[in-house]
């Protein structure tokens, strides 16, 4: 490892960002390096301003993607080579304003109903029954299922957080009946390398798309599709906003309040509450 890298982990580290965030920080200036093929350290503002361009105009690298890059690249030469370019303060990525696939409760026990394996099925349907990322569902703990208090603490989430999740006993009850099959003592999931750890999250990808092309439902749905649906479902079943915001780990309401516009049942109440209205102002 170069001393120059070494240098930009341990500021990403007194940062405070997370060790996956770090990973993709670091993965961000390699590429850029790769790229140009010399030390990200002699290159220039505008080569750096071309390479953005380049992400944009030749790879049509997603918002997401862009957005990373540009924080990572910030960060590297703002705070840890100290060089105020204005390129990086002026370059913004374009909003999207795409709402996420949704599927109903029926879509989604017919695709987990074609999951062939047991893991896979089991994994994806803790995913969904708890609103969970696909990482905090594979590297889930067995001592974070609580049966006793009926949750799930998951632990270091996105942006660092803790929080804890409603435990279905139905869920509780395929978790401990999963887990009697190998009994291992730290993962739900375990993978089956020497080496331990839990199981692969690509396997879980590659399950859940084989399943959702099995099933029928003709979404462009992911395994994130689960944790859409499971908000949504729960508001259309009357839970309060801020009680979603609190189980999902969302630091804004507003990125909550995303689920309002994806719940039919809550335009319908609308429609019928306008109605209602304009009958009694005519």
């Keep these: 490892m170069t001393a120059l890298r070494q240098r930009y982990i341990e500021d990403l580290q007194l940062r405070g960002l997370s ?23 002699v290159i220039t503002e505008e080569e750096l301003r071309q390479y953005l361009l380049y992400l944009k105009n030749e790879k049509h690298a997603a918002r997401n993607t862009c957005t990373l890059a540009l924080c990572s690249l910030k960060f590297f030469y703002q705070q840890t080579l100290k060089r105020d370019w204005p390129v990086l303060d002026f370059v913004r990525p374009a909003r999207e304003k795409k709402l996420p696939v949704v599927l109903s409760v029926e879509e989604v026990q017919q695709i987990l109903g074609c999951v062939r394996r047991a893991r896979y099925r089991v994994c994806l349907s803790t995913i969904y029954a708890c609103g969970l990322r696909l990482m905090e569902g594979v590297q889930l703990p067995v001592a974070d299922v609580d049966g006793a208090r009926m949750v799930v603490h998951v632990r270091q989430g996105k942006g660092g957080q803790d929080r804890y999740v409603p435990l279905p006993r139905r869920t509780l009850e395929l978790l401990r009946e999963y887990w009697s099959s190998h009994r291992d003592p730290v993962w739900l999931f375990p993978g089956r390398t020497p080496a331990g750890g ?17 099933s029928g439902v003709h979404k462009q749905a992911s395994v994130h599709t689960l944790r859409h649906s499971w908000a949504t479902h729960l508001l259309e079943a009357g839970v309060n906003l801020r009680l979603i915001q609190i ?25 019928e509450a306008i109605n209602r209205l304009v009958d009694i102002g005519g």
Excluded: I
């Design 19 to 41: 060790a996956r965030t770090q990973e993709s920080y670091v993965r961000v200036v390699r590429q850029l390096a790769e790229h140009y093929g010399k030390s990200p350290e």
């Design 198 to 214: 839990p199981m692969c999250a690509s396997g879980v990808q590659r399950a859940f798309k084989a399943a959702l092309a099995e």
């Design 247 to 271: 189980y999902l780990g969302h630091r804004s309401p507003t990125t909550t309040a995303l689920y309002t516009h994806l719940t039919r049942k809550s335009e319908d109440l609308a429609s």
